[in-house]
């Protein structure tokens, strides 16, 4: 029969009847409704059921009996929804479950109710939550897990209880996560440096401040967060794509230590070669020198270039032409002034006369007679 399409219906609600008698449906879509809650043993007669879409919807939480009856499913999708804590408990009927996605929830606690094994579930998606907590023995449950996504979520540190549960994996992803490089990641740095499978993007430190940024592992190797942790230099084994943080070191010592407390790893590599990493103290005063020698010679290259491209740009006989110019100018201005001066003075002592008649005439003024003869140079004479 054709499998039943359901989506982008907006449903709300689901009648716990709905799917009765369907014994033989395979696949089920559901995805982009509004969907809040699942009815207790709404598949109760799916038991053919393989695939289930619930994406895209509002559930917020689920039932202990959801998802009673599918002794046959092997991929769940529950991704896009508001789920905030996820308890493994609540997938005990579903034996046969190869896939989980969960990813772009709200999820904040991963927890386990009860003991059991979960030996068919192979790849687990927590892509895109808010994971701040997982409990000690919630990897336990799933030892045939292989594939484990936990990038962008809040995680600070893991502990060796759980990274040494997850035995069977073959990629991780744990990138985007607000790691604090400190000895609270030492054992994350252990699991690291053995592990042989892959891990897709960089797992980088969110703080402090110092490391922000920097490769888990370098950070770890490079301010010495860690004592005591020996390396090993082998051929490496995984297929890590990013070139930057690919490391040929295996973390091979039995203990290491995390402020006064002896804390066991993940032993079984043989010690061929022990690395001593300088004291952080030396590395930052070589890094200074150099920073500074070659802000020294930059600035030497710096100013000669000023001084080049000032001779190129204004050069001595531009000067001297802008000199000589500045002094013919200037002793233009000076003859200017002095004849302006000189034609001043020559007028004070005379006046221009045009006599109207011929012959001596006398000048009578307040001082007595004067008398005046008309020259051949039309001048007075007094």
């Given at each position: 029969m ?21 014994r ?12 809040r ?8 007669d ?102 484990l ?9 893991l ?27 030492c ?64 973390i ?15 032993a ?19 890094q ?16 000669i ?11 001595p ?28 003075s020559?007028?004070?002592?005379y006046n ?31």
């Open positions: 054709q499998p039943p399409m359901c989506s982008e219906e907006w449903l709300s609600s689901l009648h716990p009847e709905l799917f009765y008698g369907l033989k449906l395979q696949t089920l879509h559901l995805r982009s409704n509004s969907l809650t699942i009815p207790v043993r709404l598949f109760w799916c038991r053919s059921l393989e695939f289930l879409d619930l994406s895209t919807n509002r559930l917020r939480s689920l039932a202990r009996n959801g998802f009673a009856g599918l002794i046959k499913l092997r991929e769940l999708h529950l991704e896009h929804n508001q789920l905030t804590k996820i308890n493994f408990a609540h997938f005990l009927r579903l034996s046969s479950l190869h896939t989980l996605f969960l990813q772009w929830n709200k999820i904040s606690n991963l927890t386990c109710g009860m003991e059991w094994t979960w030996g068919t579930l192979e790849k687990l998606d927590l892509t895109g939550n808010e994971i701040k907590a997982i409990d000690l023995t919630v990897f336990e449950t799933m030892p045939n897990l292989k594939i996504l936990m990038d962008n979520n809040k995680l600070n540190s502990d060796s209880k759980i990274l040494n549960s997850l035995r069977s994996l073959t990629t991780v992803g744990l990138s985007g996560n607000l790691w604090e490089c400190s000895p609270r990641i054992a994350l740095a252990s699991w690291l440096g053995s592990f042989q499978g892959r891990w897709e993007h960089s797992i980088l430190c969110h703080s402090p401040d110092h490391t922000q940024g920097e490769d888990i592992l370098d950070a770890v190797h490079g301010f010495q967060l860690c004592w005591n942790l020996s390396t090993t230099v082998t051929a490496m084994t995984t297929t890590y794509k990013d070139p930057t943080t690919e490391y040929t070191k295996r091979s010592s039995s203990s290491y230590h995390v402020g006064d407390k002896e804390i066991p790893t993940t079984g590599m043989a010690v061929t070669t022990e690395e001593h990493f300088p004291e952080p103290d030396n590395a930052i005063f070589t200074r020198v150099i920073t500074g020698t070659m802000a020294l010679l930059f600035s030497f290259f710096f100013i270039f000023i001084v080049f491209i000032s001779r190129k740009c204004c050069p006989t531009l000067r001297r032409i802008r000199q000589c110019s500045m002094i013919q100018n200037h002793r233009q201005l000076r003859s200017q002034t002095r004849l302006h001066m000189s034609n001043m020559d007028q004070g002592p221009e006369y045009e006599p109207t008649h011929e012959g001596p005439f006398i000048i009578i003024n307040g001082y007595g007679q004067c008398k005046c003869q008309q020259l051949p140079y039309k001048e007075c004479e007094v």
